[in-house]
């Protein structure tokens, strides 16, 4: 294990911060140190020859100004460290959701998107102990060190010598050690996340598993795999806590190793009682960071694979094409493939041909997710004024097809084809979209209504609600995470608002729903079909994914699609 | 029962044992004893050496100094070993006891947390619980331990000397505990919360990301993470100055019982009450005793979170059921073996905890076999009486399963009878087999795979890696009507005498709802089994023996 990534300071401007500052304290922490132990092995020694306190006073003095000097170094390390983590924390947490906005939603769904919020959340305060305790103590190991063994040194060779020998065999036990548990260390935190993943799994679908009469048993399979985790962990823990046991023995045997041979010297009168205790009382010192390295080892392997699992993301990112989708609307949506602009231009007089109504036209669209091929050369298209009704089996690509002229998550499963819209490639500014989940945040029903207008407009949040009968849910009604707080049929209703406000506000030129009456009732149903016919009216294309009979009824043109496997 | 009793509750689970706990503070107090007794003996060896006597008078100080050294690190390494066992499974039995005390909540009483205040109380607040044994007690009691032990070694060669050490040590356990308090208390009950905004964001950011997109609205949810970070961060900055501080003054604290070890045996020396090595004893041993002393503004740093993250856990997980959710009485009795399934409502009234989704009085008699369609616009109170039939919600009025009322027969029993297909269906993160296979555990593949012919899946299945295939976290890799049919086929599995459809083709196209419909009815009736479909849509005729219509929670007459 490195004890620090090179990418974690090239990506966190305070963890660069945080080295600089932490070092200039930690210099002046070590001369309060050699002082406070000079004054005192003066003051001991000058005693026992028969000084007065009178006459140590100045001795005194001296050792109270290095205890306060000590105490203010200690407390401006502390402070200084939990703010370097909460800024590390802060500056990594941005870049992160940055990228994965970067790399898309089926990317997210990928990861799963919970247990990429624990990374992204819980996950980084891992680096509170990283930074509170392992690395000040690594800068001590540093600068305090070298500084200490050079004074000891200069004192007294010998006792120098010793610690130079025993301090290398720390680091060198440390490496082994790291060695044989690094990967062990790894696949603990993975198995951590997988079990919290699990224990979350269970605790979500308690409900299914109490009508299946399952809780119980799920509760104690839980129990047994973390009790499983346990006893990995202790395997991983007994050898990771030798390195900590090796520590602890070299420092505190140099120590009485130095000890017992000042005490023969002593005897000998080889040498004074000052310089003696002098050296006592800085070889422990000398080992104080390096011990605080091992003995938070831990907390490094924690911070950093927590910091790992970040930086693994933002590599991610960087390595994904720059075409990529993000939060920057594209200026395109259209796959990159060699033929498009080609087929752009052969698309033009199209254009020329039909001036209006508005058209949209999708050929040879091919996508591959997760390098299946969902959809396979599909060639349609869709006219203003019109509702299209897009039907298929189960596993069609009816969403995707949709998702695919929204324009999202486009470049990471386009395989070829184009969408354009009289003849030019389409733009996300032109689509008011619905998912099949509703995909609503936290923040009011109306916020959700409004969702990406800077300026909302309140009365008309009100009035398209209304216009989707839901009179009943007051728009500064507060929903919890994901849209939580509302009835299916609800949520999905205001998914549909949401798209009508947009698509009226913004002037989109085409509406997209998916089975935007799947947890509907009949009479709801009718007036949301009621809202399709109106938009498409008012000149929009009107595209929805439906089985629902009473919408396929309604429908001016079908699409149909089959599964590909089929075809 | 009290929010404080709760949390306490919570805490007392997250204690080890006595018999776990224990051995690793004695443990830890021989290896911190014998650090204080390292440096004590050293100082000894050395001044009294300097006095130059014959070697004999030092010889047992220098086996001392070494046998200190070993047994430090020895003892530290076991209580490192020991402790950590014992919080290990302190967590597992934690993590156990909290679903148990989740099942008699969910589903219906679990919609309050939302989910990533759900996943934050349940990943992050319940391992730091862990922290209690490990961080709080442990380093606590072990520097408590220390410290009397040395103020008693101490005072046999200096009360005065003695009375200063216990006064800085008094000094530094107050001061460090009681400053740490004051200024990180209400930082440090404001950043679990905040942690919990953190996550939430994050959860709402990434699970609805395409709808984002799709609005352009990216980038004020970014700004929504943003803020939240910066209220964390602003927590977590005042929380730094507070533990910075009581080191600070704990190191301070150290500095001043050396200070008054000198102050104080300079002149004992002098008058001759003790000799140069017992001055040097007394001078150096507070330096190790304040060694082992520093933990405790971290261990009450701890305390407070874990109390914090305990609050969060405790409130996650209310003790009182609400009324409206079915309890087993204490004297309920298991449902009697081939009891007759005929279901009779008389007078019944149920709802959801919220108080909405009221239905009743209702009167309704299904017979065995029967199939029957129950009717109804959104509100009707379909999915109460759905969830009432299986026992998840408790009633008024009278529901007898084969004659004996519900609820004197205990929920588990009646729910091997009466299964229901839930509306919204949970997918495990797990293969499709794990889906199915827990509604059946002695299922073989090969009814697994017939299972899943019968719901329309035999295809789709093939298609991907059959049996194996992984369905992705809450499903995400089936569509909604893929899921509705892997719930249809646990059902099927479970082999209910009474099967609750609640909505079961919401999701499925539109030309094979019809033939899903005929697939189950057929598969239901061949074995006599009774069918009760909730649907808001029209269902052919001939599927159904009778049909009632729910109207706002009442059937018409």
């Known amino acids: ?567 | 029962m009290s929010e404080r009793t709760r949390t306490r509750t919570v805490l007392r689970l997250a204690q080890p044992p006595a018999r776990r706990f224990v051995p690793g503070v004695l443990v830890g107090a021989l290896g911190a004893g014998s650090a204080v007794a390292l440096l004590a003996c050293s100082a000894w060896l050395i001044a009294r050496a300097a006095e130059q006597p014959s070697i004999v008078y030092i010889s047992l100080a220098v086996v001392g100094v070494r046998a200190f050294a070993i047994a430090r690190g020895a003892f530290r390494y076991l209580e490192r070993l020991v402790t950590h066992d014992a919080a290990l499974r302190q967590l597992t039995r934690l993590r156990v006891e909290l679903l148990e005390r989740l099942v008699p909540l969910a589903p219906d009483g679990m919609n309050a947390i939302g989910r990533g205040d759900l996943l934050t109380r349940f990943s992050r607040d319940v391992d730091e619980l862990q922290n209690l044994p490990l961080r709080v007690l442990q380093p606590a009691l072990v520097a408590g331990v220390t410290a009397v032990g040395s103020v008693v070694f101490l005072w046999f060669l200096s009360p005065t000397a003695a009375i200063a050490l216990a006064g800085c040590l008094a000094v530094a356990f107050v001061a460090g505990t009681l400053l740490h308090a004051t200024v990180s208390a209400r930082a440090d009950a404001v950043i679990a919360p905040r942690r919990g905004a953190v996550g939430a964001a994050l959860v709402d950011l990434l699970s609805s990301l395409e709808a984002l997109i799709a609005y352009g609205a990216v980038d004020a949810s970014l700004n929504r993470v943003a803020a939240a970070d910066a209220a964390l961060r602003r927590a977590e900055t005042r929380a730094a100055i507070g533990a910075g501080l009581s080191s600070g003054v704990v190191s301070l604290a150290a500095g001043a019982a050396t200070l008054a070890g000198i102050v104080i045996a300079v002149p004992a020396l002098r008058s001759g009450t003790l000799d140069g090595p017992e001055l040097a004893v007394i001078v150096l041993v507070p330096l190790a005793v304040f060694e082992v002393c520093a933990m405790l503004p971290a261990a009450v740093g701890a305390s407070r979170s874990v109390r914090s993250s305990a609050e969060r856990v405790a409130s996650a997980v209310p003790d009182v059921v609400p009324a409206e959710l079915a309890v087993d009485d204490a004297d309920a009795r298991p449902l009697a073996p081939g009891a007759d399934s005929t279901l009779a409502l008389r007078g019944l009234t149920a709802r959801w905890p919220d108080g909405g989704g009221a239905i009743g009085p209702l009167d309704l008699v299904v017979r065995p076999g029967e199939r029957l369609l129950v009717r109804g616009g959104s509100g009707a109170g379909k999915t109460t009486l759905a969830h009432t039939l299986v026992r998840l919600l408790d009633y008024g009025g009278s529901f007898s399963v084969g004659g004996a009322e519900a609820r004197e027969l205990q929920q588990d029993g009646i729910r091997t009878l009466i299964g229901l297909c839930e509306q919204q269906p949970w997918i495990f993160d797990a293969t499709l087999r794990d889906n199915l296979v827990f509604a059946r555990e002695t299922a073989t593949d090969a009814e697994l795979t017939a299972v899943l012919a019968r719901v329309g899946l035999a295809d789709w299945a093939a298609s991907r890696a059959g049996l194996d295939t992984a369905l992705g976290e809450h499903g995400s890799r089936v569509s909604g009507g893929q899921a509705q049919r892997i719930a249809l086929a646990r059902a099927l599995l479970a082999d209910f005498a009474v099967l609750v459809l609640d909505e079961p083709t919401a999701n499925v196209d539109a030309d094979r709802a019809d033939e899903v419909l005929r697939d189950l009815l057929a598969a239901a009736s061949s074995d006599g089994r009774t069918v009760i479909l909730i649907s808001h849509g029209e269902v052919p005729a001939d599927l159904v023996d009778r049909t009632v219509t729910l109207v706002d929670g009442r059937i018409p007459a």
């Open chain 1, 1 to 567: 294990m490195k004890p620090l990534d090179p990418r974690l300071l090239r990506r966190a401007a305070g963890a660069r911060l945080f080295l600089l500052g932490g070092g200039a304290i930690g210099f002046v922490q070590t001369l309060a140190i050699i002082v406070f132990a000079w004054c005192t092995a003066q003051s001991v020694s000058r005693a026992i020859d028969g000084a007065t306190l009178d006459e140590l006073a100045p001795l005194l003095a001296g050792l109270g100004a290095a205890v306060l000097v000590r105490g203010a170094c200690i407390w401006a390390t502390d402070a200084a460290a939990a703010a370097a983590s909460s800024r590390v924390k802060g500056e990594l947490r941005a870049q992160a959701v940055t990228a994965a906005v970067r790399l898309g939603p089926s990317w997210a769904r990928g990861r799963g998107t919970a247990a990429l919020a624990t990374v992204l959340g819980a996950g980084l305060d891992a680096l509170d102990a990283y930074f509170g305790k392992y690395v000040p103590q690594l800068i001590l190991t540093v600068i305090a060190t070298p500084l200490l063994v050079l004074v000891m040194l200069v004192q007294d060779p010998l006792s120098g010598v010793i610690v130079i020998i025993t301090l290398p065999l720390i680091p060198v036990f440390m490496i082994l050690i790291g060695w044989a548990t690094q990967a062990a260390q790894k696949r603990s935190w993975s198995r951590l996340q997988l079990l919290s993943a699990a224990f979350l799994d269970v605790v979500g679908g308690l409900g299914t598993l109490k009508i299946f009469g399952r809780q119980h048993r799920q509760a104690a399979r839980i129990g047994a795999v973390t009790d499983d985790y346990r006893r990995d962990t202790m395997k991983v823990l007994r050898i990771s806590f030798l390195s900590g046991f090796v520590l602890e023995l070299a420092a505190s045997l140099s120590v009485a190793i130095v000890a017992v041979q000042i005490g023969l010297r002593l005897l000998d009168g080889a040498m004074p009682l000052s310089v003696g205790l002098f050296v006592l009382l800085l070889a422990p010192e000398a080992f104080l960071p390096v011990r605080g390295v091992g003995v938070q080892f831990h907390a490094a392997a924690d911070g950093l694979a927590a910091a790992n699992d970040v930086l693994g993301i933002l590599d991610e990112a960087d390595a994904a094409p720059a075409t990529s989708e993000g939060a920057e609307p594209p200026s395109t949506s259209v796959a990159g493939s060699p033929g498009s602009s080609a087929a752009a231009s052969a698309a033009a007089p199209t254009r020329a041909r039909r001036p209006s109504p508005a058209h949209l036209e999708i050929t040879g669209l091919s996508v591959a997710h997760d390098g299946a091929r969902v959809l396979d050369g599909v060639t349609a298209g869709a006219s203003a004024g019109a509702i299209t009704v897009v039907v298929g089996p189960s596993g069609a690509g009816k969403s995707t097809l949709l998702n695919a002229i929204a324009g999202l998550d486009g470049a990471t499963y386009h395989d070829g084809g184009m969408i354009l819209l009289d003849g030019r490639p389409l733009d996300r500014a032109d689509v008011a979209w619905s998912g099949q989940q509703p995909g609503l945040v936290s923040g009011t029903v109306a916020a959700n209504v409004a969702l990406g207008d800077p300026a909302p407009d309140e009365a008309r949040v009100a009035a398209t609600l209304a216009r989707v009968g839901l009179n009943d849910v007051a728009p500064s009604a507060p929903l919890g995470v994901g849209g939580s707080g509302l009835s299916g049929g609800q949520a999905q209703r205001v998914a549909i608002a949401r798209a009508l406000y947009r698509l009226e506000g913004r002037g989109c030129r085409i509406l997209l729903l998916d089975e935007p009456s799947s947890a509907l009732d009949s009479a709801s149903e009718q007036l949301v079909i009621g809202e399709l016919r109106s938009a498409a009216a008012s000149g929009a294309i009107v595209i929805v994914v439906s089985h629902r009979p009473a919408l396929i009824a309604a429908a001016d043109a079908v699409i149909g699609l089959e599964e590909v496997a089929r075809v």
